[in-house]
Each structure stands twice: as C-alpha cells, then as structure tokens.
Nanobody, 127 residues
Framework: QVQMVESGGGLVQAVGSLSLACAAS????????MGWLRQARGKEREFVAA????????YYADSVKRRFTIRRDNAKSTVYLQMNSLKPEDTAVYYC????????????????????WGQGTQVTVSS
C-alpha cells in the first residue's frame, strides 16, 4: 500500500521559516519525480515546487522562487521543502505528491499528472 506522510507544518510569523518533510513508502519512489503543491482556503490547488528523481533538477513557481528550496533523500524515500521568508499569502495546506510517469530528467508542475498524494499539512503564516 502506498503511503505518503507529510510533517512539519504549523504556525509561523511572517518572514519566518518552516521545513516540511514527506516520507514515502510502499513503492520505489526514488525512481520518480516528486513535488509539493498547496491549496489555500477557497482557492484552487497550485504548484509550488518539483524535483527530478535524482534531485539534479528542480522547478519552482514564480511566487516561491528564491524563498523555497525542494530537495530529496532517496535513501530515506523523503522529499523536503525548506520555506524561508514566509508571507501570509503562503498560508495553505501543503501536499507532497509523486508522478510515476516522470522518471529520468522529467518532472511536472501540473497537479493532474501526479499519481500519489499525502494527506497534507497546514502551514499558517501570520502577519
């Protein structure tokens, strides 16, 4: 059974930092691209960041570039999202996901192309 479990969310003041982690099990996720997406209340889910299977390439939404960093540890089947200089507009439920159609040097920013999802972790940034 595939499981993806996020951790690390919480409440932080603006300009603060948080680090999210997502531990995957039940499949060899190290072969595939992974990503982080988020959904704010009343809004559609949006892409945040993605990383190729090797961690050699990453891709970020413009809104988080130079503030967020995605990385992965395939030995631990875990993907991380370091979030710095947080803003109130970063408040959302953050989801990790894996796209089994994306191996090698490929990854995706489209949520419909991710196949497995975690349950989400709430990040709240106060002003």
């Amino acid at each position: 059974q595939v499981q993806m479990v996020e951790s690390g969310g919480g409440l932080v003041q603006a300009v603060g930092s948080l680090s999210l982690a997502c531990a995957a099990s039940g499949r060899t996720f190290s072969n595939y691209a992974m990503g982080w997406l988020r959904q704010a209340r009343g809004k559609e889910r949006e892409f945040v960041a993605a990383i190729t299977w090797s961690g050699g390439s990453t891709y970020y939404a413009d809104s988080v570039k130079r503030r967020f960093t995605i990385r992965r540890d395939n030995a631990k089947s875990t993907v991380y999202l370091q979030m710095n200089s947080l803003k109130p507009e970063d408040t959302a439920v953050y989801y990790c996901a894996v796209g089994i159609r994306f191996s090698g040097a490929t990854m995706t920013s489209r949520d419909v192309e991710y196949d497995y999802w975690g349950q989400g972790t709430q990040v709240t940034v106060s002003s």
